[in-house]
T-cell receptor, first 115, second 108 residues
Framework: DTGVSQDPRHKITKRGQNVTFRCDPI?????LYWYRQTLGQGPEFLTY????????KSRLLSDRFSAERPKGSFSTLEIQRTEQGDSAMYLC?????????????FGPGTRLTVL | GQQLNQSPQSMFIQEGEDVSMNCTSS?????WLWYKQDPGEGPVLLIA?????ELTSNGRLTAQFGITRKDSFLNISASIPSDVGIYFC????????FGAGTRLTVKP
C-alpha cells in the first residue's frame, strides 16, 4: 500500500499527558499537512511542510502543539499537556507540491480521546 | 473557522435517485475539490477542479467549478448504497478550506 499512513489509529490519554502521532506520506510527495477534525465538521488546517521546512502554522496550533518533519519524509505531531478540548481526529495529508497542483491525499487519521 | 457554506447538511434518498450538493464561499478559490469520508476514516479525493467553468466527471460523479470561482457543485447519478458517507467540498487559495459536509444516506 503506497498511500498515506498514520500511527496510531486511536489514542486514549489522560488530561495533562503528552502524546505524539506519526504520519508517513506518499513517498514522492514533497508537501505534508496536518489537520484536525471534530465531530460534524470538516478538517481544519493546522500546519504544513514543504520537504523539511514548516512553512505555515494556523492560529489553531497553540504553543502546546509542535510538528516536525526532520528528514523531509515522515512527520510527527506532538501535543503537550493534553486538554479535553484536544479530543478530535488528527488527519495527515500529502501532495506533490508542484505549482498549481493542490490535490491532497489523506491518511486514515488518529482519533485522540482525552479523558 | 470555515469559510465555505455547504448544503444541504444531510440528504436521505432512495437507491437509484440522483443527488446534488453544492458549496459556496464569499472568497474566490483557484481550486475546488470534492472528498468522501466514511466513518473512522480519512477523506478520499473524488474530483479536483482547476478552471472556472470546468465540468469534470468521475464515473457517476460530476462536479463543476463555478464561473465566479466562489462556488462548486457535485452531482451523483443513480445512487447506490455504497454512496453513503459524508461529502466535503474544499477550496484552495493560499491554503485549503473545507465545508462542514453533506451526510448522504441511501435507502435500498
Amino acid at each position: 500500500d503506497t498511500g498515506v499512513s498514520q500511527d496510531p489509529r486511536h489514542k486514549i490519554t489522560k488530561r495533562g499527558q503528552n502524546v505524539t502521532f506519526r504520519c508517513d506520506p506518499i513517498s514522492e510527495h514533497n508537501r505534508l499537512y496536518w489537520y484536525r477534525q471534530t465531530l460534524g465538521q470538516g478538517p481544519e488546517f493546522l500546519t504544513y511542510f514543504q520537504n523539511e521546512a514548516q512553512l505555515e502554522k494556523s492560529r489553531l496550533l497553540s504553543d502546546r502543539f509542535s510538528a516536525e518533519r526532520p528528514k523531509g519524509s515522515f512527520s510527527t505531531l506532538e501535543i503537550q499537556r493534553t486538554e479535553q478540548g484536544d479530543s478530535a481526529m488528527y488527519l495527515c495529508a500529502s501532495s506533490l507540491g508542484d505549482r498549481g497542483i493542490h490535490e491532497q491525499f489523506f491518511g486514515p487519521g488518529t482519533r485522540l480521546t482525552v479523558l | 473557522g470555515q469559510q465555505l457554506n455547504q448544503s444541504p447538511q444531510s440528504m436521505f434518498i432512495q437507491e437509484g435517485e440522483d443527488v446534488s450538493m453544492n458549496c459556496t464561499s464569499s472568497s474566490i478559490f483557484n481550486t475546488w475539490l470534492w472528498y468522501k469520508q466514511d466513518p473512522g476514516e480519512g477523506p478520499v479525493l473524488l474530483i479536483a477542479l482547476y478552471k472556472a467553468g470546468e465540468l469534470t466527471s468521475n464515473g457517476r460523479l460530476t462536479a463543476q467549478f463555478g464561473i465566479t470561482r466562489k462556488d462548486s457543485f457535485l452531482n451523483i447519478s443513480a445512487s447506490i448504497p455504497s454512496d453513503v458517507g459524508i461529502y466535503f467540498c474544499a477550496g484552495h487559495w493560499y491554503d485549503m478550506r473545507f465545508g462542514a459536509g453533506t451526510r448522504l444516506t441511501v435507502k435500498p
